[in-house]
T-cell receptor, first 115, second 111 residues
Framework: GAGVSQSPSNKVTEKGKDVELRCDPI?????LYWYRQRLGQGLEFLIY????????KSGLPSDRFSAERTGESVSTLTIQRTQQEDSAVYLC?????????????FGQGTRLTVV | GQSLEQPSEVTAVEGAIVQINCTYQ??????LSWYQQHDGGAPTFLSY????GLEETGRFSSFLSRSDSYGYLLLQELQMKDSASYFC????????????FGQGTELSVKP
């Protein structure tokens, strides 16, 4: 596709359920990022992929959060046993190469609401 | 580690010029980027400074001084549609290229 695609755009789930968020990066982009953004807040780094390896998982808030990426393609962020504090917009971004340009392209995000 | 600091909010009037500063502490980075985010929208790329100096893109300019660990985004001829949050970001060298964002500056443009 032309841009980064995330699905679902909105997700309402009950506390304690597992959710899976999907990100389709721009074709050919090697770097992929996940961020969490609470209402009125900044971008909280979660995890970064270079290809299908994750050099930095330091932002994952707890062991309930995990992410994987298939090759240089789709990534999924899984949150197990969701809690109300997990409610936020989850943003995915991809970037064409490691050093050049500094430009990351963001998807529209998945708005997660845990009730 | 890396950290970036920005003012939390700035207010200006239509037609004016506003400067949003970003100071950082980092052991090495590839360059300083700026992103714009409107309410309910996704962040969009505005500019990138790989080298010291000024980069100009239309009404927006961005500046970097590595020796001062400082950069800024300059918005000229402000328009109401410029009301948004603005984030500076660096791609860290020693963390595999992780893209790290500041907390953002909320710009309000008044008529």
């Amino acid at each position: 596709g032309a841009g980064v695609s995330q699905s679902p755009s909105n997700k309402v789930t009950e506390k304690g359920k597992d959710v899976e968020l999907r990100c389709d990066p721009i074709s050919g982009h090697t770097a992929l990022y996940w961020y969490r953004q609470r209402l009125g807040q900044g971008l909280e780094f979660l995890i970064y992929f270079q290809g299908n390896s994750a050099p930095d998982k330091s932002g994952l808030p707890s062991d309930r959060f995990s992410a994987e990426r298939t090759g240089e393609s789709v990534s999924t962020l899984t949150i197990q046993r969701t809690q109300q504090e997990d409610s936020a917009v989850y943003l995915c971004a991809s970037s064409p190469q490691l050093e050049g340009g500094g430009q990351a392209f963001f998807g529209q995000g998945t708005r997660l609401t845990v009730v | 580690g890396q950290s970036l600091e920005q003012p939390s909010e700035v207010t200006a009037v239509e037609g004016a010029i506003v400067q949003i500063n970003c100071t950082y502490q980092t052991s090495g980075f590839y360059g300083l980027s700026w992103y714009q985010q409107h309410d309910g929208g996704a962040p969009t790329f505005l500019s990138y400074n790989a080298l010291d100096g000024l980069e100009e893109t239309g009404r927006f300019s961005s500046f970097l001084s590595r020796s001062d660990s400082y950069g800024y985004l300059l918005l000229q001829e402000l328009q109401m549609k410029d009301s948004a949050s603005y984030f500076c970001a660096v791609r860290a060298v020693n963390q595999g290229g992780k893209l790290i964002f500041g907390q953002g500056t909320e710009l309000s443009v008044k008529p």
